[in-house]
């Protein structure tokens, strides 16, 4: 295996200072204050918790912490601008003001996007990949904040009733190709845009699988990449465990595997024990690979 294209020293441009990329994986830890994850539902909806839980992440070595305030799970409805601002933004002032990772929003509302900026937040993290809000892009070039850009087929609600592809890796990669030139278009800097190939968003386990195999593939676009794996049900498939808490050490394996074949960032709930997996990972893979 050839050293990852996507682990050479660069930096994700961001309103502040910026995120140094390299050789070590960054980490961003889930803080989700929403009722009704499918991995952690509930358990952090007071702010209080939420806070609590992000500040818990950062402690573990998250390097961003990614606040959500509407669940994506299969099968969920959308929640109004209005309640979602109300989940997220006193969390990320008080986490931005607490401690010292980057905070990134989870949405695709560029209102709610335009908000969490403003109240401290440094990437907007929009699962739809600027096709849930017309008004996204321009935010993001406005707000000059960093931008993962996923890959989603349909929209939660239905994106996992019988999800089909050609070639699911070329077609994913095509279409985050798109999206991409669309926020350039738009005016949001190349070196602020990441991309992720959307791991369980519209994909059967063959598909997650292939994708992760290709991370290195998506990362020759030229863009860093992330990986969004943690609790997700291809693993429990694969590891017979039906409970997202107990998919720990599958989820840690598969970040650890995605670290080597590509990913800059990996999205995960659980941080301290991939922090530890990261450092072996990341410092075999520094070294030089022999070529006869
Ligand atoms: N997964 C979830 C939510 N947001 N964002 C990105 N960029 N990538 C992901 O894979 C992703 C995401 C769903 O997981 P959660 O409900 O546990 O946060």
Request: include cysteine.
């Amino acid at each position: 295996m050839n050293r990852p294209v996507s682990k050479q020293a660069r930096k994700i441009l961001l309103p502040a200072d910026g995120l140094e990329l390299g050789p070590r994986t960054l980490i961003m830890g889930v803080v989700n204050v929403t009722p009704d994850s499918f991995s952690d539902g509930g358990l952090f909806y007071e702010e209080a918790q939420a806070v609590e839980q992000g500040l818990a992440l950062a402690e573990a070595g998250a390097d961003i912490l990614d606040v959500g305030g509407e669940s994506t799970r299969p099968g969920s409805e959308p929640t109004p601008a209005n309640e979602e601002m109300d989940r997220v933004l006193p969390v990320i002032e008080a986490l931005a003001r607490h401690c010292s990772a980057v905070i990134s929003v989870d949405t695709y509302k560029a209102q709610v996007a335009r908000a969490a900026v403003e109240a401290g937040a440094q990437i907007i993290n929009d699962i739809t990949s600027l096709g849930g809000d017309p008004d996204m892009a321009r935010t993001a070039a406005q707000t000059k904040a960093g931008l993962v850009l996923m890959h989603m087929k349909g929209e939660p609600r239905t994106m996992q009733a019988d999800p089909t592809y050609g070639d699911v890796v070329a077609e994913v990669r095509d279409f985050l190709a798109q999206r991409a030139g669309k926020a350039l278009e738009a005016g949001v800097a190349p070196e602020a845009i990441v991309l992720d190939p959307g791991i369980g968003f519209g994909k059967t386990l063959e598909h997650n699988l292939a994708l992760i195999r290709n991370l290195g593939y998506l990362a020759r676009l030229g863009h860093p990449v992330l990986l969004g794996a943690s609790r997700k049900s291809f693993i429990g498939a694969l590891t017979g465990r039906p409970t997202p808490g107990e998919r720990l050490w599958g989820s840690v394996g598969v970040h650890v595997l995605g670290a080597a074949l590509g990913a800059d960032i990996v999205r995960v709930h659980d941080v301290a024990h991939l922090k530890e997996a990261l450092a072996v990972c990341d410092a075999v893979m520094a070294q030089e690979e022999h070529h006869d």
